[in-house]
């Protein structure tokens, strides 16, 4: 077994997951919080979904609502992106191999129910190139590349 193909397999699915969190999260700012830049489709679409009142006692629409889904979706992907860095360094090679295996399988069933539900291109090549990395290093890692 290659610790060190291991290890790097692990880390740069968290660099997949980190830059896509980047990316998502300068979207995230254009998508929702640039209003001024938005055109008359955009501004109606807002105006819209802002009449949809869905905490009305706690002034939550369904713009608010999607803003935060958003933005939580960028925190998720720092944090889960973070999270396999870390391991992927610190973890002893055991465990690694464990959570590596357990992840590939987590992002791979993720990728199959958005294809079948709702097929969103981009969502599902970042899952599939972060299951990528993971199932090259641990393939690497159990036939003895460095």
């Given amino acids: 077994m290659s610790e060190t193909a291991l290890r790097s397999g692990v880390r740069s699915a968290g660099s997949v997951l980190l830059i896509a969190s980047g990316v998502h999260a300068s979207v995230h700012y254009r998508a929702f919080v640039d209003t001024a830049s938005f055109d008359a ?8 979904m802002r009449a949809y ?3 009305p006692r706690w002034g939550v629409d369904a713009w608010s609502m999607l803003c935060g889904y958003s933005l939580c979706f960028a925190i998720l992907l720092m944090l889960c992106g973070t999270l396999l860095w870390w391991m992927g360094k610190h973890l002893a090679a055991v465990r690694l191999r464990s959570l590596a295996t357990a992840t ?7 990728i199959a129910l958005i294809a ?21 290093g641990i393939w690497r890692g159990r036939v003895g590349g460095t």
């Fill in 104 to 110: 590939v399988l987590i992002l791979s069933a993720g």
């Fill in 116 to 136: 079948v539900l709702d097929p969103m291109p981009v969502q599902m090549s970042v899952l599939a190139l972060a299951a990528l990395c993971l199932g090259v």
């Fill in 53 to 55: 009142a869905i905490l």
């Fill in 41 to 48: 489709p955009r501004r109606a679409l807002m105006d819209a």
